[in-house]
């Protein structure tokens, strides 16, 4: 069916229709929801909620764009909006430990509250320095991108989409997709670079 007759079948509440379209976008979707919000189960929400707003909207759309890429930008807004309110009043107390409390010493130790036995791979604090500012600097270098940029690199190195699910995501073909994506990853090791290049001059001053 083209966009036409599933936006005309969604239209008239085909049961059919619709669950032929939960089942071969919703995985995606959710991939998609994740990539903004804290949780598995608040991805799983925002598709929910998606899939009702798509159910409701659905005699607004126009054609101008694919059903697809219609749908997915219901999701997208849902996703982001409920990702920035996580971020405004998740406490920390519900994301659980983590650490095990088993490894640390208890109340009738001589040292209560201390290691039992220290990780075996604890970082020095120069290592976690250079770790945190290494992924700063990643992190800086994509927020500069162009947009188009930015979600390709984004969507694949940081979230693992396959050049496929981009290509399909984003509409774009397999040959833009790569160059994206070339372009986005020479730019981030170039300001990668340049920020260490900086602060090896300003350590030897």
Not at 39 to 49: G, N
Not at 63 to 74: A, E, P, Q
Not at 129 to 135: C, F, G, L, Q, S
Not at 177 to 203: F, I
Request: glycine share 6%; aromatic share 6%.
């Amino acid at each position: 069916m083209d966009d036409a007759a599933l936006a005309d079948a969604l239209r008239a509440r085909d049961e059919g229709a619709f669950r032929t379209l939960v089942d071969a976008w919703t995985p995606l979707m959710t991939r998609v929801a994740r990539s903004h919000v804290s949780t598995d189960a608040s991805a799983d929400e925002v598709v929910q909620d998606a899939w009702l707003a798509v159910l409701k909207g659905i005699d607004r759309f126009e054609g101008r764009s694919s059903l697809r890429t219609w749908t997915f930008r219901i999701l997208t807004n849902i996703a982001r909006t409920r990702g920035v309110r996580e971020k405004r009043s998740v406490p920390l107390s519900s994301l659980g430990p983590t650490v095990e409390p088993d490894r640390f010493r208890g109340p009738e130790d001589q040292y209560p509250g201390g290691w039992k036995v220290f990780p075996v791979d604890w970082p020095s604090p120069e290592d976690a320095a250079v770790e945190a500012e290494r992924t700063q600097a990643v992190t800086r270098a994509i927020q500069a991108l162009p947009e188009r940029q930015q979600l390709v690199i984004t969507l694949r190195d940081v979230h693992g989409f396959s050049g496929e699910e981009v290509c399909e995501l984003l509409e774009l073909t397999q040959a833009n997709q790569r160059v994206l994506l070339h372009r986005a990853r020479a730019a981030v090791r170039a300001a990668v670079a340049d920020a260490y290049e900086e602060r090896a001059e300003v350590g030897t001053r």
